[in-house]
């Protein structure tokens, strides 16, 4: 198993730049706020996170790489064996 360390951001620390605030600013106030709105949503995303965690699925994302690291063959989960990662 990988250790790796985990660091949670919480909403409290997450303030918007002055370029996105400027932005929302001048969707809100044009002449169709809908559409430059749509506009901002599709620069920015659409979803704003109450907390941000960082390195929880490192170990997760090897396994992907693991699975996907030969495309032509289908790996099954009880194909992997014990600790498939040590190949890696």
């Given at each position: 198993?990988?250790?790796?360390?985990?660091?949670?951001?919480?909403?409290?620390?997450?303030?918007?730049?002055?370029?996105?605030?400027?932005?929302?600013?001048?969707?809100?106030?044009?002449?169709?706020?809908?559409?430059?709105?749509?506009?901002?949503?599709?620069?920015?995303?659409?979803?704003?996170?109450?907390?941000?965690?960082?390195?929880?699925?490192?170990?997760?994302t090897?396994?992907?790489?693991?699975l996907?690291?030969?495309?032509?063959?289908?790996?099954?989960?009880?194909?992997?064996?014990?600790?498939?990662?040590?190949?890696?």
């Open positions: 198993m990988i250790k790796c360390e985990q660091y949670v951001i919480s909403l409290n620390s997450i303030k918007p730049s002055e370029e996105f605030k400027q932005a929302a600013e001048k969707a809100i106030e044009s002449m169709t706020p809908f559409t430059d709105l749509q506009n901002l949503f599709d620069e920015y995303g659409q979803f704003f996170p109450t907390r941000i965690v960082l390195g929880k699925l490192y170990r997760h090897l396994l992907i790489a693991y996907a690291k030969d495309s032509e063959t289908l790996v099954k989960k009880k194909d992997l064996g014990a600790n498939p990662l040590e190949s890696l």
